[in-house]
């Protein structure tokens, strides 16, 4: 027998406000407005419900409260949640240290899994640093921790900046 459906509902804002601000602001700006909720966050981080928490230049934290509605079929979180905070905060790292109108994009991300998550681990945190910063590509590397400091998985991401062509008009 199944048992009854649980429901979540969750809202987010204008990610083109967020988007529009990168040509305007430093990285480190539109990073610390980000966290301050002055700028809507990015969609992803209201669907898995996790948060940016702090911001330093080439450092950034962003942590999340596992639910059920994280898990994969066999119990617990699954592996794209840890992903996808692990690539946001080794992402986000580099972004607060570009300047203004400069994008970026992963181009590859490496993760190792090290410690199940499930609802009694507690809330976890997803800690990213720069670890070079290049003219076209950037290294960064993140670590996803307990609330007992046990770390639960690595990444490390390939970085590529994306720069404003000399001459291009900006939209």
Known sequence: MIEPTRERTYSWGDPSLSAGAVRTSAGLELMQALAR????????????????????????????????????PIGSVHGGVYATLLDSATGCAVHTMLPAGVGYTSLDLTVKFLRAITVGTGRVRALGTVTHLGGRTALAEARLLDGADRLLATAVSSILLIRPQPGAAVS
Do not use: K, M, W
């Open 37 to 72: 909720g002055e700028l809507p966050g990015a969609p992803i981080a209201a669907t898995l419900g996790f948060t940016l928490d702090e911001v330093e230049p080439g450092r950034v934290q962003f942590s999340v409260e596992p639910g059920e509605f994280h898990y994969n």
